[in-house]
């Protein structure tokens, strides 16, 4: 995977307002990933046989886990080297916000079986990953997994008053 660091080499910049905008952006055009897929789902929910409009969907499948997995290394990398966490709270809630939508995307995908023997479809957790990891801690998949299952048990497991 393509980690943030490694775009911060790349570019030879590590300007925090640039990295701010650059995570604007991926969220915008994660936005428009998902406006599509909403056009297409319409069009499918008319004609569920339609193999041709189904495999739209598979770019689409890619690039938003792509996405997904590149913004969360790139908002830790921006909450580790943050000095408030209210600095990035506008770009967590709407990661949050698009979390959910995938989720939901890639659950009503995996319910078209067409579209699971083209692609894997990816299965993410179905709340948002923990954006604080230590710096020991590799930004693998499986990680962002474990990280989103145990904020799951943490909510689960506290008492409601």
Excluded: W
Excluded at 32 to 56: K, M, P, Y
Excluded at 117 to 126: C, D, E, N
Aim: charged residues 25%; aromatic residues 8%; glycine residues 2%.
């Amino acid at each position: 995977m393509f980690e943030y660091e490694e775009y911060v080499s790349l570019r030879a910049v590590s300007d925090p307002n640039e990295g701010f905008e650059s995570i604007l952006d991926l969220l915008s055009l994660q936005d428009s990933l998902d406006g599509v897929q909403r056009v297409i789902f319409s069009s499918v929910q008319r004609n569920r046989d339609s193999e041709c409009i189904i495999s739209a969907l598979v770019p689409l499948i890619a690039e938003s886990y792509g996405l997904y997995k590149f913004l969360i290394s790139m908002l830790r990398a921006m909450y580790r080297s943050s000095q408030s966490d209210d600095v990035i709270a506008p770009l967590k809630d709407k990661f949050d916000v698009q979390h959910r939508r995938l989720y939901d995307f890639y659950a009503d995908c995996s319910t078209i079986k067409y579209l699971s023997t083209l692609v894997s479809i990816p299965k993410i957790p179905p709340t948002p990953p923990s954006l604080m990891v230590d710096s020991n801690e590799p930004n693998t998949e499986s990680s962002i997994l474990d990280n989103g299952l145990k904020e799951k048990d943490q909510r689960e497991s506290t008492p409601v008053n």
